[in-house]
């Protein structure tokens, strides 16, 4: 199977930033790690072995970024709002410079996928939900998409403007629900331990999209469904198969 590393100096966050692609050509797939994660983390916790069948079938590439989220939200010692100028940046860095990339790299004009757990299913979710003129599917596992976790009650147009419970349920532009509304939305969680703010959080979630009429697939797993590795590994292929059926190889 392909492996390549690649790094270069961020303009928008003003640091190197690393990555990794798997696969040879396919659509493409943007993982996002866990909370404070690294580019690194899909491959040592096993997932790429997941995926592994639809990589060698051409059907997909995967390309694993890095986070700033111990620049962002989740330093803790941080004013909030420092906090999500930081993650603005890094918003402008998958958009204006990670997905510039793939496009070139895997040689397609179309939309990407973005996928993560914990944390990492809040980055897909919110560029999705930012920018579905760039995603056209989010499968996020085990997410928290509101505010309260990560900056309590603090608000400011950065914040009001990077969690979907926030900003979702103002949304009124007939194009952008529209463009919701063509994409594949994907949000699971398990029932068993450590899931709790994120049940909570993905039924908000269910709520705002079914009020808005946006299709989605909100999956709600067992109650022995952990917030671990060993259930994320079963659930992703699951929800690639599905994304990529009908899609031939390469």
């Known amino acids: 199977m392909n492996t390549e590393y690649h790094s270069w100096w961020s303009t928008h966050l003003e640091r190197e930033m690393e990555l990794k692609v798997y696969g040879t050509g396919g659509k493409p797939l943007v993982v996002f790690p866990c909370a404070g994660g690294r580019f690194f983390e899909f491959e040592d916790f096993g997932m790429v072995e997941t995926v592994r069948p639809f990589l060698e079938e051409g059907r997909l590439q995967v390309y694993t970024v890095d986070s700033v989220d111990r620049d962002a939200w989740l330093a803790l010692g941080k004013w909030p709002g420092d906090r999500a100028w930081r993650h603005e940046q890094y918003d402008a860095y998958i958009a ?10 895997n040689g397609t004009a179309d939309r990407v996928m973005a996928t993560g757990n914990s944390m990492g299913a809040y980055h897909a979710a919110n560029m999705l939900f930012r920018h579905p003129d760039l995603f056209d599917t989010c499968i996020s596992l085990s ?3 509101g505010p309260e976790y990560f900056v309590g009650a603090y608000r400011d147009e950065h914040i009001e403007a990077h969690f979907p419970l926030l900003y979702l349920p103002q ?3 007939p194009v952008r629900l529209e463009a919701y509304r063509q994409c594949t939305i994907i949000i699971c969680v398990g029932q068993g331990a450590w899931e709790e703010m ?5 039924r908000l979630l269910q709520q705002v999209l079914e009020q808005l009429e946006i ?3 909100v999956d709600y797993w067992g109650y022995d469904v952990s917030h671990d590795w060993p259930w994320w590994r079963r659930q992703l292929p699951y929800f690639i198969r599905h994304c990529l059926e009908g899609q031939p190889s390469r």
């Open 96 to 105: 204006q410079e990670v997905v510039p990339f793939i496009r070139s790299h």
């Open 143 to 145: 997410g928290l998409y």
């Open 171 to 173: 949304c009124t532009d």
């Open 215 to 217: 299709p989605a697939w």
């Open 198 to 202: 994120h049940i909570r959080e993905t």
